[in-house]
Nanobody
Framework: EVQLVESGGGLVQPGGSLRLSCVTS????????MAWFRQGPGKEREGVAC????????YYGDFVRGRFTISRDNAKNTVYLQLNSLKTEDTAMYYC????????????????????WGQGTQVTVSS
């Protein structure tokens, strides 16, 4: 059974940082590109970042603008998202997702191209 379990969310002040983790199991992690998405209150789900199987390629949503960094550790079956310079508008549920098919590179943040999702971890940015 494919499982993706996010952690690391919480309440942080504007300008603060968080590191999200997504531990996976039930599939060959190193064969899949992985991504983070988010969904804020009353908003559609949007892509934050994706990373290729071998970490050689990453792709970010336009709103990230150098503030977030995606990484992965294939030995630990884990993908990370470092969030820096957080803004109130970054408040959202953050989801980890696995590309629907293996051996496909990063470069797309269309939710329909990701076939497995975690339950999410809440990030709240507030003073």
């Amino acid at each position: 059974e494919v499982q993706l379990v996010e952690s690391g969310g919480g309440l942080v002040q504007p300008g603060g940082s968080l590191r999200l983790s997504c531990v996976t199991s039930g599939f060959t992690f190193s064969s899949y590109s992985m991504a983070w998405f988010r969904q804020g209150p009353g908003k559609e789900r949007e892509g934050v970042a994706c990373i290729s199987r071998s970490t050689t390629s990453t792709y970010y949503g336009d709103f990230v603008r150098g503030r977030f960094t995606i990484s992965r550790d294939n030995a630990k079956n884990t993908v990370y998202l470092q969030l820096n310079s957080l803004k109130t508008e970054d408040t959202a549920m953050y989801y980890c997702a696995r590309r629907a098919s293996p051996n496909i590179g990063c470069g797309s943040l269309r939710p329909a191209e990701y076939g497995s999702w975690g339950q999410g971890t809440q990030v709240t940015v507030s003073s």
